[in-house]
């Protein structure tokens, strides 16, 4: 169309340019006024005027029209503007050079929570935030070196808020268009987030368990706490080098079952597993891992998290017990077996089912090659009275003689003498052990007197061709045994003092059930007492603190405590109370420890504190001591005081009498 329309234009003007140059032709050339030409000459002139007429009429008519078309064009086009500057939900803002706001959209006024006519033809700069020093004199959104940023603002009813803005400086001579967003609510987002982090790295940081994150499928680990360093005796250096590097910890026995169940947690995302790690310095640990899965939307396990806790002491608490329970009963079979001894050696006074009765007992507690009784016939004479093998030694027992001259060897001497038994584990050592005859082979030996009332009448005498094959142990039993066997030996009198014993074996029997009995319950309750304890402590909503007696040192508090106080905890561990200054009246705290310690514990006593600002606060106290660890401390409990309506009746019926 702008090509039809400059041909018009040319072809119009051309015929005027004709028409002009033809009527100065008859004006300047007398010669043509003569005969036709003048006529002829008019007439071509009158039709180029004519043709110019209408063409400059036609070109009119299209310009008349396409000016309507670019007029409903720019209409259209202010209409669309229009509604996008009204609707949009970011704010727009116009601006002239000196910063003052041309116009702006209802988003705009929403966002500086003003009227329209407070806004516009009024510097946009009293919105924003007051600033100091050089930023107080240029204009973040006219600054040409910044066209988008982010800049606090002021609210008409003062609040502020953050917006982040964009501005296209210029789009018209002396004309700037600034884009704002209130980003308040993602600043918050983002200082929360932050916040989270923090208490999540401090978490992280202090807490004694190791929380670890490995990938589920390459089991490398991606996140780590620096409690690792404490329980492995490795830097996160090493784990970073070497992402796997925490397998080289597991104990040789365990490496496959762990690496197994880790395979599996990777399909199933869980683990519970106990094992041992070889710390650097060769120290053995038990650790206790427990995982959960980290899937993703279509429910694959892509991450494995958890923790891991050292469990030695716990482990070897339960060996402990283990070892105990294991004592325990094998003094509970010991005692049944003196029991049951002790009854068949006082059901006859016949030697003879004495002496066999003693040593098929003895073999059944201190197994060995040879047990004898030899009985005492005079002063340094014995004679053997019983001897008997053990049933399964296949081991070649030299021959004993009948009697024995006492002294003639030195270790039965020692034996009759001292009245003590006597344990020689290896005979190789002892010089005149060949000549010892009866026992020449033997490379191990002991002997334990038959004593009843302060006189010996013999000696249980056991011996292997074994070295080191008694023990203390052997020894303690050898001995047991051989007071009632003295005491049946000696005469049927003593069978009474046999029922006695009998009866505190029987007693020791029950004892010793009990205590197994009360281990159990003991570790039991402490196990549950700990947890419910724990729980309840970090969970209230109300303070509760933790301080030793003596210094009023800080071991714990929970998250109530923190939120009352103004104190973080992190601020108060290892620290006194008397250096933070939270007793409003220092010496109030002795008063109150002096009736604690007197009467067990104080129970809402009104006393004052001092938070972290300063500001004192009115609380009722109660506190008693627990031990900690072997170390007595003080368990306190601050609350609120009831409404005054409810608390001051009390305190003046309290006080009238």
């Known amino acids: 169309m702008p090509t039809f329309r400059r041909r018009w ?150 609040e502020t808020l953050f917006a982040e803005y964009t501005v296209k400086t210029n789009y018209l001579p002396k004309r ?23 208490r999540y790295r401090q978490m992280a940081d202090n807490i004694q368990e190791v929380y670890w994150m490995l990938d589920a499928g390459s089991k490398h680990i991606l996140s780590i706490n620096p409690a690792y360093e404490t329980l492995t005796g490795r830097s996160l250096e090493t784990l970073r080098a070497n992402p796997t590097a925490y397998q080289e910890l597991f104990h040789p026995e365990d490496r496959v079952r762990v690496l197994t169940r880790l395979e599996e947690a990777g399909e199933t995302g869980q683990i519970d597993e106990e094992f041992r790690i070889i710390r650097p310095d060769r120290a053995v640990r038990w650790v206790s891992v427990h995982g959960f899965p980290v899937r993703d939307a279509a429910g694959v396990v892509r991450r494995l998290v958890g923790t891991a806790q050292d469990i030695t002491a716990r482990k070897s608490a339960e060996e402990q017990m283990a070892r105990n329970l294991a004592l325990a009963e094998s003094a509970s079979a010991e005692a049944d077996a003196f029991r049951k001894t002790t009854l068949a050696l006082t059901q006859n006074l016949r030697m003879d089912y004495v002496l066999d009765t003693l040593l098929q007992s003895l073999l059944k507690l201190v197994p060995c090659d040879s047990a004898r009784v030899l009985l005492v016939e005079t002063d340094t004479h014995l004679f053997l009275a019983r001897e008997m093998r053990h049933p399964e030694s296949t081991r070649r027992v030299p021959k004993c003689p009948a009697t024995f001259d006492a002294s003639h060897s030195r270790f039965l001497m020692q034996v009759l003498a001292t009245k003590s038994p006597v344990l020689i584990p290896d005979t190789s050592t002892e010089l005149e052990w060949q000549s010892f005859k009866g026992y020449s082979q033997m490379r191990s030996w002991l002997c334990v007197p038959l004593v009843a009332s302060q006189r010996v009448l013999g000696l249980l005498s056991l011996a292997d061709a074994r070295p080191q094959a008694f023990a203390q142990d052997h020894l303690r039993l050898a001995k047991s045994l051989a007071i009632p066997a003295a005491v049946a030996i000696q005469n049927a009198r003593l069978y009474e003092r046999a029922e006695i014993y009998a009866a505190e074996l029987e007693q020791r029997l029950g004892d010793l059930e009990q205590t197994q009995n009360a281990l159990r319950e003991a570790e039991h309750g402490r196990a549950l007492s700990e947890e419910k304890f724990a729980k309840v402590f970090r969970s209230s909503p109300i303070a509760f603190s933790i301080t030793t007696v003596d210094e009023g040192r800080f071991l714990d508090v929970n998250e109530a405590f923190e939120y009352r106080y103004g104190y973080p905890r992190r601020e108060l561990l290892g620290r006194t109370v008397f250096d933070i200054g939270i007793w409003d009246d220092p010496s109030e705290r002795m008063r109150l420890l002096h009736e604690i310690r007197e009467h067990g514990h104080v129970r809402n006593r009104v006393t004052r504190f001092r938070k972290h600002s300063g500001e004192a606060i009115d609380t009722f106290y109660s506190a008693e001591i627990v031990a900690i660890e072997g170390c007595d401390c003080v368990l306190a409990v601050s609350e609120d005081l009831p409404e005054r309506a409810e608390f001051e009746p009390p305190l003046t019926r309290k006080a009238a009498p």
């Not at 009158?46 to 409903?72: D, K, P």
């Not at 268009?177 to 982090?197: C, G, K, M, N, P």
């Open 176 to 198: 700037h268009v600034a884009v704002l967003r209130d980003i308040s609510s993602r600043r918050e987002a983002e200082r929360a987030l932050r916040e989270s982090d923090e």
């Open 9 to 158: 234009t040319l072809a119009g003007s051309v015929a005027i340019a004709a028409a002009i140059v033809g009527l100065s032709v008859a004006a300047l050339v007398p010669r043509a006024s003569s005969g036709p030409w003048p006529s002829l000459l008019v007439t071509l002139v009158l039709l180029g005027l004519g043709l110019a007429i209408s063409l400059h009429v036609r070109f009119l008519l299209l310009v008349r029209r396409a000016h309507g078309e670019t007029a409903r064009v720019l209409e259209a086009g202010e209409r669309e503007f229009e509604s996008i500057f009204d609707s949009t939900l970011d704010a727009i803002v116009i601006l002239d050079d000196q910063g003052i706001c041309r116009e702006a959209n209802p988003a705009a006024l929403a966002l500086f929570g003003t009227q329209r006519q407070q806004l516009v033809g009024h510097p946009l700069r009293r919105f924003y935030l007051a600033a100091s020093g050089p930023e107080a004199t240029r204009d973040p959104l006219l600054d040409r070196n910044c066209a988008h940023g982010e800049i606090e603002l002021v609210r008409r009813n003062g």
